[in-house]
C-alpha cells in the first residue's frame, strides 16, 4: 500500500522540528559554546570618531598586562597584505585601520589575551591618537562639491559618489509622462536598519602548523563563500580550509560578508599558532556590521484619470557608508530594486540609482529579503497609494485595476523581470474579505465624527525570491546555484547535506520532508547537516529566500535521482524489466500486479548487497540545481490602526496577511515564517532604525537606542492562504522566509498615512515615532527622516 | 570539584585578589575560585560550562542570558557571579529531568515557539517564572512577563501560545503551582 505522506512527515506534513530537541535543552552548538584546547580571546579597539586620520597608536600598555599575548594594528596587517580585503561588490574595505578611520565603530586594533576580559582591558590600554576630520552622515552632503573625500585610499576616486546605475526605458517612460493626465509624485526615505540577530557575529580560527590546515568556526549563513573568500584573500589553498557555522542565533542578511573581525582572527591564529576565539559585542554588531535599507526616493507615477498607471519613474540615492560592501549580484548595483512594480501591469518604467559614501558603517546587506526588494516594494506601494489618493480613488480599486492578471502570466515586468504564476486578485480580496474592508471605512467615518483617528493600509505585491539563475545571478564571478547530497544507507536511513545553511528556518525538518515526499522514507529516518564546508556540496548559502526555491530543488532533484537508481534496483529484485515497474510512495511494484513489490528500503539493502550486474553498488547522489527563474511569491497585507491625536502613539487594530508562497512543505514553519517577518516590518515601521548625529555618533548603538519590538508591543496577526504552485520548481514552491519584511512596512505606514490624510500630510518617514507623527499632526507637513546636514 | 591535575596559568596577574563562590546550581553544589569581576553568565558559560544561557547583548536588554535566581528570573549577563554565592541558580539545563521535559519546553517545540533558539532558554525560564506564580495567566500576562526578552525570529505569537499551551498541561498534571 503506498504511504500516508503525512503520516511519514512529507509534504504539507506540520511536522514538529527536529533541531528544537536540542535547543529547547540549551544543547545548541553555537559559536560561542565551541571550545577549543588552548584556545585565546580576541576583543576588537573601535573608532569613537566617524571621520579621522591616525596619527599614532601606542600598544606598549597592552602588552604590559599579563595575560595579553599580542596586539595587532593596522600596520601589522599591512605589513602582510592584509589592512585592505575585497568587498562582496568590488570595493575594498579597511580590515584594521591604517590611514584613516571613516565610521564610528571602524576596527582599528586587536587584543588576543589569555581570556575575554584580559583582551577587554588589552584594549582599553590601547592609545590611538586622532586628528579628527569633519564626518558626513548626510548623502546629499557628501555629494556637495566641498564635501571631504571619504575614500581618499582609492586612486581615481575624487568625489564621494561610489557608483551611477540606471535601469528601464528612460525615452518611452518620458512619452508616457507626458501622455498622462495626472503625476502623482512623492519623496520617501527607507531608514537605514540593522538586521541584528540576538546572536551578534564571531569565530574561532584554528591554524594547525603541523597539518597547515585552517579551521574556522563562524556564524556565516553562507560557508563556502567565505572559503572562497578567504582562499583569496589570505592566499591559503582552498583545501586546506574549514569553514563551520555550527547553529547560528539568527542572520537575517547580517551574517553573510566576511567581516574584519573573521580575518583579524584568523591572522592572529596563523601567528599565534593557537586557536583564537573573537566574540562580538552587541554594539560592535550594531555600529559595524551590514546594515540594510539607507535609500532615497524620488518617485512618480504617470497616471490616466481611470486610474491606469502608465509609466513609472524613480530617482533613487542609497548611502553606503565608507565602503561598499553590499552582499548582492554583481550584474546589479543596487540589488533588485528594479523588482519594483512586478505585479502591476504597467507598460514603461525607469530608475536611476545614485551610489553615495558617507561616514557610516559599511553593509548594505539583505536584510531579511531578496536584494534592495524591500526598499522596492516599500516604494512601490507607498508611490501607490499615493496615486490613489491623488485621484480621489479607493485604494483597493487602484490596485485592482492595474493588478496582473491570472491568465497574462508569463508577464515580463515593467523592469524586465519575467514573472510566472500567481492569483493577485484573488489574494486581495481574500485580504479585504477578511478585514471587513467595506466596514471598516463605515466604522473610520463614525469614529472621525468623535475625533478618532482609524486607517487602512494595503500593501500588495510580488517578488523574487530565489537566486539564481546563474546566467543573471552569481556573486563575485561564482554562479548563484545550489546543492544536495543524499547517502541512502543500507538500512534505508539516510543522510542529507546542502550547501545551504539554517539560522532558524528549520531545514533539519524540511529537507527530510521533501525528501520524505520524493522516496517515501519517513522524514524521522533521514538526518540533515549543513554548514561545514568540508562535507556539504558546494553551495551559496541560505538569503535571499533562496534555500526552499534553490537548494529545496535540489533536494528534490537528488531524491529523484535516487528514485531512478532504485527503479533499476527493484526490476532486478522483482525479475521484471525497468518499464514494467510502477512507482507509488515508498514502494515499486510490478504494473498490473500491485501486490508484487518492493519498498525503497528492501531497494536500500540490495543496493548494497545485492545488485543487479553493470549496475555500481551503493545509493548515493548529489545535485547541483540551477534554477532556471526565480520564484514569483505574492502577499497581500492590510493593517488597520488607531492614531491618538494626543500623543502621535498609533496602534495596530488588526493585521490580516494573505500569502501565496506556492506549495507549503510544512505549514508550520511557513506561518512561523510569516509572524515573524510581520514582526520585523511592524517594527521597521514603528520604532527600529539607525540614525547618526551631525558629528557621525551612531544613535542606535545598543538595545537601549535601538529599539526591536517585545512580546508587549508586537500586534497578533491574522494569517490566510491561496496556493499558486511555482510552474518550474519541481514540488512547486516559492520563497516565503522575506515576504512580510519586504511587504509588511507598507501596509503600517499607509495605515498610518490613511488616518493622518485629512491633515494634508502625504508623508512620514519611517519609523512613525510618536514625535513625528505628532509633529505631521500639529503643522500638517510632511516629517523627513535624513540624518542631518552638519554645519561646516 | 577535585581533579588530580589543574593547569595554573602563568600570567595571572599576582595582584588580582580572587574569591570563592558556592551556590547552588540545577539542584547541585558547585563553588568555584574567581576574579571578582566575573559576571554570571560567564560563570555559568565559561566556568561551569553550560552553555545553554546565551548571551546576546550584555546591557540587560536582550534577556538570552536570563536564569532563575532563587526562583526569580534575572539577567545573568548583569549580575557578578559573587552575588551569586549562596544562592539557587536554575539554568535551561536544569528544567527537564532526565526522562522528562518541562512542560514550558514541551509548549515551545509543540507550538513551534522558536526558530534559531537563541532567545528561547531565556524565554523558557521567564515563561516557567511566570507558570510558577500564575498557573492560569491570560495572554496579555504571558505578553507582559516575556516583555524583558526579545525575539527576532518568531514575532512572539507562537511564544505566546507554547506558554498558555504549558499552562495548561501543567494544570491538568497538577503540577501548577509547585516549586520545581
Ligand atoms: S545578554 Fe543579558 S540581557 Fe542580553
Ligand atoms: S528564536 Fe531566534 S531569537 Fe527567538
Known amino acids: 500500500m503506498a504511504l500516508d505522506e503525512i503520516k511519514i512527515g512529507g509534504l504539507g506534513a506540520s511536522r514538529r522540528r527536529v533541531e528544537d530537541n536540542r535547543f529547547i535543552r540549551g544543547k545548541g552548538n553555537y559559536v560561542d559554546d565551541v571550545v577549543l584546547p588552548g584556545m585565546l580571546h580576541m576583543e576588537i579597539l573601535r573608532s569613537p570618531l566617524a571621520h579621522a586620520r591616525i596619527k599614532s597608536i601606542d600598544t606598549s600598555a597592552a602588552y604590559a598586562i599579563p595575560g595579553v599575548r599580542m596586539v595587532m594594528t593596522g600596520e601589522m596587517m599591512a605589513a602582510r597584505n592584509l589592512a585592505w580585503m575585497p568587498t562582496l561588490s568590488y570595493d575594498t574595505q579597511a580590515v584594521l585601520a591604517t590611514d584613516k578611520v571613516r565610521f564610528q565603530g571602524q576596527e582599528v586594533a586587536a587584543v588576543i589575551a589569555d581570556d575575554p576580559y584580559i583582551a577587554k582591558d588589552g584594549c582599553e590600554a590601547i592609545i590611538v591618537d586622532y586628528e579628527p576630520l569633519d564626518p558626513i552622515v548626510n548623502p546629499e552632503q557628501a555629494v556637495?562639491?566641498?564635501?571631504?573625500?571619504?575614500?581618499d585610499d582609492k586612486v581615481n576616486q575624487n568625489d564621494n559618489v561610489v557608483f551611477d546605475w540606471e535601469v528601464g526605458d528612460r525615452e518611452g517612460t518620458d512619452r508616457a509622462f507626458a501622455e498622462a493626465d495626472v503625476v502623482s509624485k512623492i519623496k520617501l526615505h527607507y531608514p537605514r536598519?540593522?538586521?541584528?540577530?540576538?546572536?551578534?557575529?564571531?569565530?574561532i580560527a584554528d591554524f594547525d602548523r603541523s597539518t597547515s590546515k585552517l579551521t574556522v568556526y563562524m556564524t556565516s549563513q553562507a560557508p563556502h563563500i567565505v572559503r572562497a573568500a578567504v582562499a583569496m584573500v589570505a592566499e591559503l589553498p582552498e583545501h586546506m580550509i574549514r569553514i563551520i557555522a555550527p547553529d547560528l542565533?539568527?542572520?537575517f542578511g547580517n551574517k553573510v560578508p566576511v567581516y574584519p573581525g573573521y580575518v583579524i582572527s584568523i591572522l592572529a591564529s596563523i601567528l599565534l599558532e593557537r586557536p583564537v576565539k573573537w566574540i562580538e559585542d552587541k554594539t560592535g554588531n550594531l555600529i559595524s556590521t551590514g546594515f540594510g535599507r539607507d535609500v532615497y526616493l524620488d518617485g512618480e507615477l504617470a497616471l490616466r484619470n481611470d486610474g491606469k498607471i502608465l509609466g513609472v519613474r524613480m530617482n533613487t540615492v542609497s548611502d553606503h557608508g565608507a565602503f561598499f560592501a553590499d552582499a548582492q549580484p554583481s550584474k546589479f548595483k543596487i540589488g533588485l530594486l528594479h523588482s519594483a512594480f512586478a505585479c502591476y501591469d504597467i507598460p514603461t518604467a525607469y530608475l536611476t540609482n545614485r551610489g553615495v559614501y558617507t561616514n557610516k558603517s559599511p553593509g548594505g546587506v539583505a536584510y531579511r529579503c531578496s536584494f534592495r526588494v524591500t526598499e522596492a516594494m516599500f516604494f512601490q506601494e507607498r508611490m501607490v497609494q499615493a496615486a490613489a489618493d491623488e485621484l480621489g480613488m479607493d485604494q483597493a480599486e487602484f490596485r485592482r485595476v492595474n493588478l496582473v492578471k491570472d491568465d497574462d502570466f508569463p508577464k515580463r515586468t515593467p523592469f524586465g523581470f519575467l514573472t510566472d504564476s500567481g492569483q493577485y486578485e484573488k489574494c486581495l480580496q481574500l485580504g479585504l474579505d477578511a478585514i471587513g474592508y467595506d466596514d471598516f471605512l463605515k466604522q473610520k467615518e463614525e469614529a472621525k465624527k468623535k475625533g478618532r483617528l482609524l486607517g487602512i493600509g494595503i500593501s500588495t505585491m510580488t517578488e523574487p525570491l530565489g537566486a539564481g539563475n546563474s546566467r543573471e545571478y552569481d556573486i563575485l564571478g561564482i554562479k548563484m546555484f545550489d546543492s544536495a547530497e543524499l547517502r541512502v544507507h543500507m538500512t534505508g536511513k539516510a543522510i542529507l547535506r546542502t550547501g545551504a545553511k539554517t539560522q532558524g528556518q528549520g531545514h533539519e525538518t524540511t529537507w527530510a520532508q521533501i525528501v520524505a515526499h520524493e522516496l517515501g522514507i519517513p522524514a524521522e529516518d533521514i538526518v540533515v547537516e549543513e554548514g561545514d564546508t568540508d562535507t556539504a556540496p558546494f553551495g551559496m548559502g541560505t538569503y535571499a529566500s533562496r534555500s526552499t526555491p534553490v537548494a529545496g530543488a535540489a533536494v528534490s532533484m537528488v531524491s529523484r535521482k535516487i528514485r531512478a537508481k532504485a527503479r533499476k534496483i527493484a526490476a532486478h529484485l522483482l525479475e521484471v524489466s525497468d518499464e514494467d515497474i510502477e512507482w507509488e510512495l515508498g514502494r515499486f511494484y510490478v504494473r498490473g500486479a500491485h501486490d508484487r513489490g518492493v519498498t525503497i528500503q528492501e531497494c536500500a539493502m540490495a543496493a548494497y548487497s545485492n545488485v543487479p550486474d553493470g549496475l555500481e553498488p551503493g545509493l548515493e547522489n548529489n545535485a547541483y540545481y540551477d534554477p532556471p527563474n526565480l520564484t514569483w511569491p505574492f502577499a497581500c497585507y492590510i493593517a488597520t490602526v488607531e492614531v491618538d491625536p494626543q500623543t502621535g502613539v498609533w496602534d495596530v487594530l488588526r493585521l490580516v496577511a494573505v500569502d501565496d508562497c506556492g506549495v507549503r512543505i510544512n505549514p508550520m514553519i511557513v506561518e512561523g515564517q510569516i509572524m515573524g517577518g510581520l514582526t520585523e516590518a511592524y517594527a521597521m515601521a514603528n520604532m527600529q532604525f539607525i540614525t547618526f548625529d551631525e558629528d557621525g555618533n551612531c544613535v542606535g548603538s545598543?538595545?537601549?537606542d535601538y529599539l526591536l519590538p517585545t512580546a508587549w508591543e508586537t500586534p497578533g496577526f491574522e494569517l490566510h492562504e491561496v496556493v499558486t504552485p511555482c510552474p518550474h520548481h519541481p514540488i512547486g514552491a516559492k520563497g516565503i522566509g522575506e515576504c512580510a519584511t519586504v511587504g509588511g512596512p507598507a501596509a503600517f505606514v499607509n495605515a498610518v498615512m490613511d488616518a493622518v490624510k485629512d491633515t494634508g500630510v502625504r508623508n512620514i518617514?519611517?519609523?512613525?515615532?510618536?514625535d513625528r507623527v505628532y509633529e505631521a499632526l500639529q503643522t500638517g507637513q510632511d516629517v523627513s527622516g535624513a540624518p542631518p546636514v552638519r554645519n561646516r | 570539584m577535585t581533579s588530580l591535575f589543574e593547569e595554573v596559568p602563568t600570567s595571572v596577574d599576582a595582584d588580582v585578589p580572587t574569591t570563592r563562590v558556592e551556590l547552588k546550581l540545577n539542584g547541585e553544589t558547585r563553588a568555584a575560585q574567581i576574579e571578582p569581576r566575573l559576571l554570571l553568565a560567564h560563570l555559568i558559560r565559561n566556568g561551569f560550562q553550560l552553555t545553554g544561557t546565551h548571551t546576546g547583548c550584555d546591557t540587560t536588554n536582550c534577556g538570552a542570558c536570563t536564569v532563575l535566581f532563587d526562583g526569580q528570573p534575572v539577567k545573568s549577563c548583569t549580575m557578578f557571579a559573587v552575588q551569586a554565592n549562596g544562592h539557587e541558580v536554575t539554568t535551561v539545563e536544569g528544567m527537564a529531568t532526565a526522562s522528562e521535559l518541562h512542560p514550558v519546553q514541551e509548549g515551545f517545540k509543540d507550538e513551534h515557539g522558536l526558530q534559531c533558539g537563541f532567545c528561547t532558554p531565556?524565554?523558557?525560564?521567564?515563561?516557567?517564572?511566570?507558570l510558577d506564580e500564575n498557573p492560569n495567566p491570560t495572554e496579555d500576562e504571558v505578553r507582559w512577563a516575556l516583555s524583558g526578552n526579545l525575539c527576532r525570529c518568531t514575532g512572539y505569537q507562537n511564544?505566546?501560545?507554547?506558554?498558555?499551551?504549558?499552562?495548561?498541561?501543567?494544570?491538568?498534571d497538577g503540577s501548577a503551582g509547585d516549586e520545581a
Open chain 1, 144 to 151: 556637495a562639491a566641498d564635501a571631504p573625500l571619504i575614500r
Open chain 1, 193 to 203: 536598519s540593522h538586521p541584528s540577530p540576538i546572536e551578534s557575529c564571531g569565530s
Open chain 1, 249 to 251: 542565533g539568527g542572520g
Open chain 1, 702 to 704: 545598543n538595545y537601549m
Open chain 1, 765 to 770: 518617514d519611517m519609523p512613525l515615532l510618536p
Open chain 2, 122 to 130: 531565556g524565554m523558557m525560564l521567564s515563561a516557567k517564572a511566570l
Open chain 2, 159 to 172: 511564544i505566546v501560545k507554547a506558554v498558555l499551551w504549558a499552562a495548561e498541561k501543567m494544570r491538568q
